[in-house]
């Protein structure tokens, strides 16, 4: 069954440092997403992405953010200066069809961020 | 903006019985309310989900009830099996231009054998 893939599925930095969570989504799919949760609260919804752009993004999503499909497969996000709050685990997702006209989002296992 | 209110936060059961979550939503316009089971270490895996213009829908041992007047919505799991044991989240989304689901906060349900 195809699937969602993130790497690195845990990765440790330092305040300051530049993170990038990489994602393959599923091939034929066309919507992207990230999602974080922060350990012992709610999955929350960052950014979403289509066709090379970001389609809609949260007052998470600051500055700070950045997403690319730098190839045909990839999807990263970009954490340029992680803060301490940064910590959490972070969910890519993909859907062959967009979230606003009811595409069924299907997850991959997570990558956690630990911000020391 | 739109808000997702779950309950029970945990939730504990014997093998065979029945596990009911539950949970409220603020956006009368949200249209679609998935399922999601969280097994430790992994992902949010769609088990189940209902559109506006169901009010049950039903995969084997796995039902979802919409109650769109009150604002509502149930997860039923019957014949509980180990193998349940994981959180679970209820989810929703608004039509009106938006992408994101937004999500409660978890139920851990545990099936003891």
């Known amino acids: 069954e195809p699937e969602v893939t993130q790497t690195p599925s845990h990765q440790v930095t330092q305040m300051g440092q530049e993170v990038i969570l990489r994602c393959v989504p599923i091939?034929?799919?066309?919507?992207f997403y990230w999602y974080r949760q922060i350990l012992g609260q709610k999955v929350e919804f960052l950014v979403s992405?289509?066709?090379?752009?970001?389609?809609?993004k949260s007052e998470i999503f600051d500055d700070q953010f950045s997403v690319e499909r730098p190839d045909g497969s990839n999807f990263t996000l970009k954490i340029r200066s992680t803060k301490l709050e940064d910590s959490a685990m972070y969910f890519c997702?993909?859907?062959?069809?967009?979230?606003?006209?009811?595409?069924?989002?299907?997850f991959g296992e997570g990558s956690r961020l630990t911000v020391l | 903006g739109e808000n997702v209110e779950q309950h029970p936060s945990t939730l504990s059961v014997q093998e065979g019985d029945s596990a009911v979550i539950k949970c409220t939503y603020s956006?009368?316009?949200?249209?679609?309310f998935p399922w999601y089971k969280q097994e430790l270490g992994k992902g949010p895996q769609l088990i189940i989900d209902i559109r506006s213009n169901v009010g049950e829908k039903k995969d084997q041992r796995i039902a979802v009830t919409l109650n769109k007047t009150a604002k509502h919505f149930s997860l039923h799991i019957t014949e509980t099996q180990p193998e349940d044991s994981a959180v679970y989240f209820c989810?929703?989304?608004?039509?009106?231009?938006?992408?994101?689901?937004?999500f409660g906060t978890g139920t851990r349900l545990q099936v003891f054998p």
């Open positions: 091939s034929n799919h066309l919507y």
């Open positions: 956006d009368s316009a949200s249209n679609y």
């Open positions: 997702a993909s859907s062959v069809a967009s979230g606003r006209a009811g595409g069924e989002l299907f």
């Open positions: 989810a929703a989304r608004s039509p009106y231009n938006t992408d994101k689901l937004i």
């Open positions: 992405f289509y066709n090379n752009e970001i389609s809609e």
